[in-house]
């Protein structure tokens, strides 16, 4: 990930709109504006996204928490 793509994480705001469970990769990286292998980084760095068959599936929230937490600025 990118010095940008970690800055991106850190202030964006709650959208007006986001979908509570987000399936695929892509989804995921759409909502939190960033790219799709820094969503497959984020799950091997243990981010609560799991991986059902070769789709990435995740709560909206409990990833939110954890970038909050986890990914530095």
Known sequence: MDSTEKNNAKTL?????????????GEIASVFGVKRETVVQWHKDGAPIRKIGKKYQAQ???LWDWILENVES
């Open 13 to 25: 705001e709650a959208p007006v709109y986001v979908p509570v469970h987000m399936k695929g990769a």
């Open 60 to 62: 909206y929230g409990q």
